[in-house]
Nanobody
Framework: QVRLVESGGGLVQAGGSLRLSCAASGRIFRIGAMDWYRQAPGKQRELVAA???????NYADSAKGRFTISRDNAKNTVYLQMNSLKPEDTAVYYC??????????????WGQGTLVTVSS
């Protein structure tokens, strides 16, 4: 059983910063991708930032220059540093990871989400 637990969400004024964390725990052989998605009210879930075990990263256009994804592989944790936040960044932020628990295959796992609210 693999569990992803996000933390760090909250209420912040426009222009402020937040740092989200997502820790993976359980029976983990290896972790592949660790990504951040978000879902705003009435909208579809969208990719914000992605990272691979090899260190590659990718960002949505809306996140480029403001958000930074990073990982601590020793702690099975991914972070999302969010700067210059805007009201349109308000959403539930979800951690997604691909985890191999047996050495044979990766499976997708999602966290429960953490709410980020940016006030104008």
């Amino acid at each position: 059983q693999v569990r992803l637990v996000e933390s760090g969400g909250g209420l912040v004024q426009a222009g402020g910063s937040l740092r989200l964390s997502c820790a993976a725990s359980g029976r983990i052989f290896r972790i592949g991708a660790m990504d951040w998605y978000r879902q705003a009210p009435g909208k579809q879930r969208e990719l914000v930032a992605a990272s691979t075990s090899g260190g590659s990263t990718n960002y949505a256009d809306s996140a480029k220059g403001r958000f930074t994804i990073s990982r601590d592989n020793a702690k099975n944790t991914v972070y999302l540093q969010m700067n210059s936040l805007k009201p349109e960044d308000t959403a539930v932020y979800y951690c997604r990871s691909t985890v191999d628990t047996t050495g044979f295959r990766y499976f997708e796992h999602w966290g429960q989400g953490t709410l980020v609210t940016v006030s104008s």
